[in-house]
């Protein structure tokens, strides 16, 4: 069974530091990993995903099959970045698209 | 709408009485979730429909949790004999369900309170 498992349930940084919101899974087959983000007061919406390589609000992820991690990762954090978000994971073929949602880590970034 | 829609979007019932929340999915969507969402356990993964598919019910914490959908678009999940337990943000998804995409786009959720 596929598991993802985000170690940080809270992050705080201030305004102007990198952030690294630490992902890793267990999966035997060959995953796709996604981040979603939750914003306050908003929808749980899609951030970003491994398959796609792109940079979103100046966030990137990158998939490590050795070390079965897919960390967020920003150079410059702002504060409009505070949020709730969760790293995703899903089989790749097959017919089942069910997402695997690690428990979330809060990220604050203070002025 | 657009977006995933949710009803109610708060629900405080009883211990012991039944709720039904329901979900109507983008159109066009083939995949509908059910997610909950309390703190402490981030995103607990409840059932999953794709198309006319059987439906994967693994997520379900206990045969007291139920859901269904109607022709392929509205769905209702239904708990039965509510506990304190079951308190949580129910968080209904769609997606196109395609593999290497399939976005999900999320509704607000139900807030569900038994008291």
């Known amino acids: 069974a596929q598991r993802v498992t985000q170690p940080e349930k809270l992050l705080s940084v201030f305004k102007g530091a990198p952030v690294e919101l630490k992902c890793n899974y267990s999966?035997?087959?060959?995953?796709?990993l996604f981040w979603y983000v939750q914003y306050s007061r908003q929808r749980l919406q899609l951030l970003l995903r491994h398959i796609s390589r792109e940079s979103i609000k100046g966030f990137t992820a990158d998939l490590n099959k050795g070390e079965t991690s897919f960390h967020l990762k920003k150079p410059f954090a702002q504060e409009e970045d505070s949020a709730m978000y969760y790293c995703?994971?899903?089989?790749?073929?097959?017919?089942?698209?069910?997402?695997?949602f690690g428990k979330g880590t809060l990220l604050t970034v203070n002025p | 709408g657009a977006g995933v829609s949710q009803s109610p979007s708060n629900k405080v019932t009883e211990k012991g009485k039944d709720v039904e929340l329901r979900c109507d999915p983008i159109s066009g969507h083939t995949a509908l979730y059910w997610y909950r969402q309390s703190l402490g356990q981030g995103l607990e993964f409840l059932i999953y429909?794709?198309?006319?598919?059987?439906?994967?019910k693994s997520g379900l914490p206990s045969d007291r949790f139920s859901a269904e959908r109607t022709g392929g678009s509205v769905s209702t999940l239904t708990i039965q004999r509510t506990q304190q337990e079951d308190s949580a943000v129910y968080l209904c998804?769609?997606?196109?369900?395609?593999?290497?995409?399939?976005?999900?786009?999320f509704g607000e959720g139900s807030r569900l309170t038994v008291l």
């Open positions: 998804a769609s997606s196109l369900a395609v593999t290497g995409l399939g976005e999900l786009f």
């Open positions: 429909f794709q198309g006319n598919s059987a439906p994967d």
């Open positions: 995703a994971l899903r089989k790749s073929g097959g017919s089942n698209y069910k997402l695997t």
């Open positions: 999966y035997s087959g060959s995953p796709e």
